[in-house]
């Protein structure tokens, strides 16, 4: 039987011969990043402790690698840990070396790096949107992106539901969460940097992904411009003036330019809680009155205790 393409390309000669699924001592000189990886290796304080426990213990789970095309090996579980190495000042580490082809390879890398603290959304949507894609090409079917409005609702579609629901099993999301970090994706790098530093919540960030790249573009000099961030219903209307063709520099502005209002701001008490706290001769008004001086002489005793 003819071997796979997708697997035979990776198999290749290299200076150390090795076993597969057989723990080997590797150079790290031969161990190459996973094509567009998406989680990034930060030298923060987890990476220190990474290093500090390989310079005392070694690297005490191998990676995981496969044959590269041309020459060494494509890391898909264990990027961290080679930097570790690097930092501890090791040569080598250990490695287990499997044939995969890529759609393979690409899950096992999402599955082994997305239960990790501190991913960003834009690791997580690019990882997801990786993943899915090749989940459907397992499947033999292409992978596509679609739009779905409902008369007073819109889901964002990303491949099938089931498809989506795959995704997220291993980090225990829904499929319509995974669709949703997805939509990020089509955020500009700059609009994706600002969601990371939790500027824009996933919410309205969902939204206005849909606004076109020149668009987004606009949206940044706004946001430069106002220094604020849209909220929910800015992106909302964004994104309607945009699917209308309305949307332009000057709309753009007239809606950054709104005072937000805080949320949470507003507390009710209903008439019925209320009534029993009154005589049924009083009015709303006179209900109102009486509770705002009680607030007052609260607050002027709290002022007091505080003053002793």
């Excluded at 501890?88 to 790096?113: E, H, W």
Aim: with cysteine; hydrophobic share 35%.
């Amino acid at each position: 039987m003819e071997e796979p393409k997708s697997i035979a390309k990776h198999r290749t000669k290299t200076s150390v011969p090795v076993q597969e699924d057989k723990i080997t001592l590797l150079p790290l000189s031969e161990l190459h990043d996973f094509p567009d990886h998406p989680f990034k290796v930060r030298d923060d304080e987890a990476m220190q402790e990474t290093t500090e426990s390989i310079r005392q213990y070694g690297v005490l789970a191998p990676a995981i690698i496969r044959p590269r095309e041309d020459g060494g090996y494509e890391i898909i579980a264990g990027h961290r840990r080679r930097h570790g190495s690097e930092l501890a000042g090791l040569s080598a580490m250990p490695c287990i070396v499997r044939q995969m082809d890529d759609d393979t390879a690409t899950i096992l890398m999402v599955d082994s790096n997305i239960q990790r603290e501190n991913i960003l959304p834009s690791e997580r949507a690019q990882a997801y949107k990786m993943k899915l894609e090749a989940i459907r090409r397992k499947a033999g079917r292409p992978a596509k992106t679609a739009e779905i409005d409902g008369k007073n609702n819109s889901r964002q579609v990303v491949g099938n539901l089931e498809s989506a629901d795959i995704v997220g099993q291993e980090a225990g999301e829904s499929g319509r969460q995974v669709q949703r970090y997805i939509r990020l994706t089509e955020l500009s790098p700059e609009l994706q940097q600002i969601v990371d530093e939790k500027k824009i919540g996933m919410t309205p960030a969902v939204e206005i992904s849909y606004l076109k790249p020149e668009e987004q573009q606009m949206l940044l000099t706004a946001i430069d411009s106002e220094q604020a961030t849209p909220s929910l219903s800015q992106a909302q209307r964004m994104k309607k003036l945009s699917r209308d063709g309305k949307l332009n520099d000057d709309t753009m502005l007239d809606i950054m330019m709104e005072q937000k209002k805080p949320e949470g701001y507003n507390v009710v008490l209903s008439a019925d809680k209320l009534r029993e706290y009154f005589p049924h001769s009083y009015t709303p008004q006179k209900m109102e009155e009486t509770i705002l001086k009680l607030l007052d002489a609260w607050l002027r005793k709290r002022q007091r205790d505080q003053s002793r």
